[in-house]
């Protein structure tokens, strides 16, 4: 698991991939094929080739191309108007992402078929696209409604308090959460878990001071610039939430974060639909 108190839209980029794991399959036989009209490869030597270098850009390169993203975070945050999450990065994650595991995988078989890195790229970028554009739209279109639900339930988780005062100052107000509760036609619940969207406002925009995460749990995930989405496994009257604050002391940051407060949602039955 990716955690920590560093965000960024890769780690949301790559958590995606891994979910659409079963994707790699299709990758692999549209670039075995456009390997062999490409390269004029045998379909053995073709399979052979898009097997490895899919499962180098799987398993490293992906990984390694979402820690590199933060060398674009670091120059390209300061010229943007929201930040790490602005439009613009978001963007740039997927296709820095794309091509640079494409890079790794065409040197990978370069390194094993001796073929040029010109003759390699394009056919093997074809595969990686369409895996990448399909991430892309599941991300965008994503929608919490089950296709198979009779009626929706809806939760409401009211928090005890809702304005704080961050240690760098920042104002910050957090907004009640809904839940919503899936049913099918015999009346059983279709949810395997249950998002909890915090939804919130802060008057410093640039900078991320703050964490949450479930009480009891170790790891946070990630945040965006005005939400945070944790994941229950099942509802309960209460829901508690701590906030951890990146230290003000420089010499420690988010290496030693500190816990400010725990932030206790009480729940209420909303609507049904």
Known sequence: MISLNMVW??????????????LVFITIVIETFTIMGML?????????ASIIGNL??????????????????????????????????????YILMCFGSVLIETFTIKFIFKET?????????????????FIAYSMITHSEKDPEAERTEQVLYSPEINNYVLLDSAKLRISPVKVTISYDKKGKILNTN???????KKDKLENFQFELRLSGEEYAGGIEVDKKTLQLDQLSDTVHIVMEQKNPDPNKG?????????IKYVKTPVSKK
């Open 9 to 22: 839209p890769a780690i949301y980029v790559y958590d995606e991939i891994w979910r659409f794991w079963f």
């Open 40 to 48: 004029k490869y045998s379909l053995q030597k073709s399979l052979i």
């Open 56 to 93: 180098v850009s799987g398993l490293i390169g992906t990984f390694v191309m979402m820690w590199a993203m933060l060398f674009w975070h670091l120059i390209v945050d300061n010229f943007v108007p929201h930040a790490t999450f602005d439009i613009i990065n978001w963007a740039a994650t």
């Open 117 to 133: 890195i010109k003759k390699l790229f394009i056919p093997l970028l074809i595969g990686n696209l369409l895996t990448y554009g």
């Open 194 to 200: 249950y998002p909890f969207i915090i939804h919130f």
């Open 254 to 262: 988010w290496t030693a974060p500190i816990i400010t407060d725990t």
